[in-house]
């Protein structure tokens, strides 16, 4: 069973239609042990920092994420809050991955939307993908390069496209809306 984190954030509905159009079956769920009984997890996210770790946080999901065994996969907010601190709200993340996420500068360049490849990229996410394969992105903000990074992109500055650390993935892009780059990203995660 794979398992669509519910957490008061957008974009969990085209998350499970890419995996209808996969052929895999999903739930969506903030329900603790549905999550934790799941063979794979996904917490995708379209929203704000302060106020999605704050809900995270008050049903008690923060604690769920970070016990997870499985293969998780964060999506833009996802991996923003698999971080250790955000500037937006202030906010201080999961920690899973030991990085802080920034407000692109100059602001009037923002949000970084649009069609990007990656300059770097490395691992079991990507197996079967060049760097030339272009995928979907719409954020302000960036997760810096750490130990942790296994792919890279450049919007003002080179920052995290994707990272991993044990059994925790996630990507800055949103391979839901990537075409046939995104589809395959998916499927290797959902492989794994």
Known sequence: MIAILKYNAGNIKSVQN?????????????????LSNADKVIFPGVGEAGSAIHFLREKGLDQTILSLRQPVLGICLGLQLMCRYSEEGDTTCLGIF????????????????G???????????????????????????????????????????????????????ATQFHPEKSAATGEKILKNFLEL
């Open 115 to 169: 069609w990007n490849n990656c300059l770097t990229m490395k691992g079991d996410l990507f197996k079967g993908l060049t760097i030339n394969d272009d995928l979907y992105y719409v954020h302000s903000y960036y997760a810096e390069i750490s130990s942790y990074t296994i792919a890279t992109c450049d919007y003002i500055l080179p920052f995290s496209a994707a990272m991993q650390k044990d059994n925790f993935y």
């Open 98 to 113: 030991d990085s802080d996420v920034r407000l692109f500068q100059p602001v009037d360049k923002i949000p970084h939307m």
């Open 18 to 34: 890419a995996l209808i159009r996969l052929g895999y079956k999903s739930i969506i769920t903030e329900d603790p042990v549905e």
